[in-house]
């Protein structure tokens, strides 16, 4: 069997509410069943948000090595800069 470590948590009342809710609806059969679920949830975006900035990594580290090689005639870095902002700015608005 599983051993589980017993932890204390502090939540504003509205979120307290919603996991009483979920318990309450039969969605859940206890709040630990609803913050483990949550808590999953959030270490598979995390994980794709690691994965996400590595492969980000890896297209700078390409187009550096391209820009070296002088395979690249043009390099705009406030461009890049730009775009990178309007891209985080659209996933904020769409998480």
């Known amino acids: 069997m599983t051993e589980l470590e ?20 039969g969605d859940y ?6 913050i483990r679920e949550a808590l999953r ?3 598979v975006r995390r994980e794709l948000r690691q994965e996400e900035l590595a492969a980000l990594k890896a297209d700078i580290d390409q ?25 985080a700015a659209a996933r904020k608005r769409s998480s």
């Open 41 to 43: 949830e959030w270490n």
């Open 63 to 87: 187009a550096l090595n391209e820009v070296v090689a002088g395979r690249l005639s043009e390099f705009n870095a406030d461009r890049i800069v730009e775009r990178a902002r309007k891209l």
């Open 6 to 25: 017993r932890l204390t948590i502090t939540l504003t009342p509205e979120l307290a509410e919603t996991i009483k809710g979920a318990v309450a609806e």
């Open 29 to 34: 059969a206890s709040a630990s069943e609803v």
